[in-house]
């Protein structure tokens, strides 16, 4: 058992002391969860193939789920990776520091710790002063998955960390809420045409203006095999049994109300992730709006907390409304598809 120190850390302008004793923990290959602009993430030495090791041990992550590298510097890359593709130059341009993970051929001293065994290695640089003043001051890059048990909805706050890691990592710094909510996009540019891993904070419309095409990588959908290693995995799932009801809004609103009464006769506890729009439509259950259907990005911002909050409350079934997939709603539907084990009615 570890000590944990938490830590409050000012979020534009960190304190320099505090980001001084965070990086003397990564460099001594201890670990530090800090906060970006996606969700906290569970920080180590990149280039200690041990602490990748300490990292996987803390989450329970199954060890073929490669860690994604974080950078606070272009100049970084240069050491990490074999070749840098020149439509990433653009890329990275346009999105970075921001919520985009680009894979590419790593170099040995990436260590296959971090990798899961893979030959290639994503990279990212967060969007957050915090994130990127610890990893300068750590002088390494910092791999990271998100700083949750495994299986677990991701953390936004330092609170969810807490919960989660507690006594399993040295310290924790509290820069407040992460606002974007779903984590980066994983894109994989080895191919012709890019390829979306994973949706995430960076949209597909977004990739396509500059790109072109992008594709989405088949085994997003439901029940195939997916080429990013973490997405095969049951994912950000609260202890209830979650349903997603898809159709129009008139359709989810009827189920979604017919269901919560029915299991409510039958004496289950039901918590119904509702929107701005519909949450007063409901007369059963505990009803909670995750954001306004006008703004999705608040869906997004907004959907881990409320998942583990339906965990706090001890429900027995979420019924969940759905959202058009384009935008962040990729993103959004992908998180609550894997959150219900594909568990969609479609009505
Ligand atoms: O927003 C984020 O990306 C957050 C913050 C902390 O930066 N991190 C995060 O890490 O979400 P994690 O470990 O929870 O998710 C990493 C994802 C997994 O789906 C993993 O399989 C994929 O990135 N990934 C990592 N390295 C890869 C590789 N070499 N090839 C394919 N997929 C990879
Ligand atoms: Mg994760």
Redo the contacts with the bound molecule.
Sequence with gaps: MLNTEIVIINKNQPEKDKIERAAKIIKKGGLVAFP?E????LGGNALDGEAAKKIYVAKGRPQD????V?IADITQLDQLVKEIPKRTHILMDKFWPG?L?I?FYKRDIVPFGT??G?D???V?M?AHPVALELIKAAGVPIA????NISGRP?PVHARDVVEDLEGKIEMILDGGVSTVGA??T?L?VSEKIPLI??P??VTREELKSILGQVNLDPGLAPDAVP?????KYRHYAPKAQMIVVEGSIENQIKTISELAKRYSTKGFKVGIMATAQSRYKYTHGHIISVGDRAAPMTISSNLFTILRKFDRLAVDKILVESIPKDGIGLAVMNRLYKAAGYNVLKV
Aim: proline share 13%; charged share 15%.
């Design positions: 970006t996606t969700v906290y993430g789920n490669p860690l994604i974080h919520p993970t894979i990798t899961g893979l290639t290695v994503a990212r967060p990271a998955p998100s700083a991701s984590e980066s994983v994989d891993l994973r995430g904070g080429r990013s290693p973490g997405q």
